[in-house]
């Protein structure tokens, strides 16, 4: 056995209880975006005191004295930078908070990623994760045990979508906040990519933000979306992208390319391979020269903190829907047998992978 010194022990000690504690640090941050101090931050010019963050955001006077520790916690969490500064020449300190590249994220601008954030940690979800051990104990897999998501509510993620539309506008306003910083990243760093297509159906496209970004980048590709019939009537149509309402895993339109953009994580293999198939048959009217682009994570990435973005996917993908985030070698197994031939992964959007599929 390996002995270990007191100075080991006191750290893993420390360790332990952060790591019990962590969904504080979720939480904290839940209630950071609720009450706006990200926003609050910005309107002060990216940087605040104390004193200027309480003017600057809506808490009950007899609440005042606790912000701080909210944002001391948030800053050694790294969400945001505190700044131990002089106030006043009597040697006198105060703390000033910044944004910094992390809650940047959570202020408007290109993309802004508060509406993930906000999903992340509803209580459906939060109340979801709890059953992770129970769902693993148990043998049964049916429409209500499949995940543990589906054990806590009595029906799939999507099922309570369609059922819930408070739960369907904060989950479908989140997958739009991602796409928007997604699709952006895509069409900049991988805009070959998309060079020669005509059409595109983006399927399971959501609210319709990825393929919008796309007509409005290439304005050569014609671009519609797919999805569930409650999820496409929250579109407004805007003349940018044609909707089509509808099961991916019965039909899929044809196109010369045809976009899964998270989707495939949501599914086992078995599904996986039977969506890929039908997306291999809307694009066999252009033969060799249609391809299916997927943006999904592909496990193995060379930083600790993305390989632990991606694990982190990956279980929130058990925990959802069973699915998962899958490494190359899986990806490749379900390729061939949808009947692709060959593949190329551009490793350029951080925690996630463009994947061009070719028949
Ligand atoms: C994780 S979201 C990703 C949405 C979008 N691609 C994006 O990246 O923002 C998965 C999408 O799959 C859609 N979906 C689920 N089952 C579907 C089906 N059978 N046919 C079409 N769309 C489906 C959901 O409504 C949801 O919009
Ligand atoms: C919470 O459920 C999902 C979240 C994401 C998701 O969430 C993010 C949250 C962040 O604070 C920063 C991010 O960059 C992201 C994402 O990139 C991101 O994808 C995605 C999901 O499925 C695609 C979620 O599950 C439904």
């Not at 930078?81 to 002089?86: C, F, G, L, Q």
């Not at 601008?109 to 148990?138: E, I, N």
């Not at 997604?182 to 595109?200: H, N």
Request: with cysteine; glycine share 8%; aromatic share 6%.
């Amino acid at each position: 056995m390996v002995a270990t010194s007191k100075a080991e022990l006191l750290q893993a000690d420390a360790e332990l209880f952060c790591h019990t504690f962590a969904y504080l640090k979720s939480m904290a941050l839940n209630s950071a975006v609720k009450l706006g101090i990200p926003h609050a931050l910005h309107r002060c010019g990216g940087a605040a005191s104390l004193p200027e963050l309480l003017s600057a955001v809506p808490l009950h006077p007899s609440k005042r004295p606790y912000l701080g520790r909210l944002m001391k916690m948030l800053a050694a969490a790294g969400i945001f930078t505190a700044e131990d500064v002089p106030a006043g020449g009597d040697g006198a300190r105060t703390t000033v908070f910044h944004l910094n590249a992390v809650s940047r994220l959570l202020v408007d601008g290109s993309s802004c990623m508060s509406p993930c954030v906000l999903l992340g940690t509803t209580d459906l979800f939060v109340s979801a994760s709890l059953r992770l051990h129970q769902w693993l104990l148990s043998e049964e897999e049916g429409a209500t045990t499949g995940s543990p998501f589906m054990m806590a509510h009595g029906g799939s993620l999507y099922g309570v979508g369609s059922r819930d539309p408070e739960f369907n506008a904060l989950f479908n306003g989140a997958m739009g906040a991602t796409s928007e910083f997604v699709a952006a990243l895509a069409v900049r760093e991988c805009s070959e990519v998309f060079a020669g297509i005509t059409s595109l159906v983006d399927v399971a496209g959501g609210n319709g933000t990825t393929a919008r970004t796309i007509a409005e980048a290439f304005p050569g590709v014609k671009c519609s979306v797919l999805d569930l019939p409650h999820v496409i009537q929250g579109i407004s149509p805007d003349g940018t992208v044609d909707v089509v309402s509808g099961d991916m895993m019965e039909f899929v339109p044809p196109a010369d390319a045809v976009l899964l953009k998270y989707v495939l994580h949501n599914w086992s293999d078995q599904d996986c391979v039977k969506i890929l198939t039908r997306c291999r048959q809307a694009i066999s009217h252009v033969a060799k020269a249609g391809k299916v682009i997927i943006i999904d994570t592909v496990v193995g990435s060379p930083t600790p903190q993305i390989l632990e973005g991606q694990l982190t996917m990956d279980l929130s993908m058990m925990m959802l829907f069973n699915g998962k985030a899958r490494d190359e070698q899986n990806w490749h197994k379900m390729f061939m047998e949808a009947g692709f031939s060959h593949y190329k992964i551009h490793n350029v959007l951080g925690m996630r992978s463009l994947i061009e599929v070719h028949p």
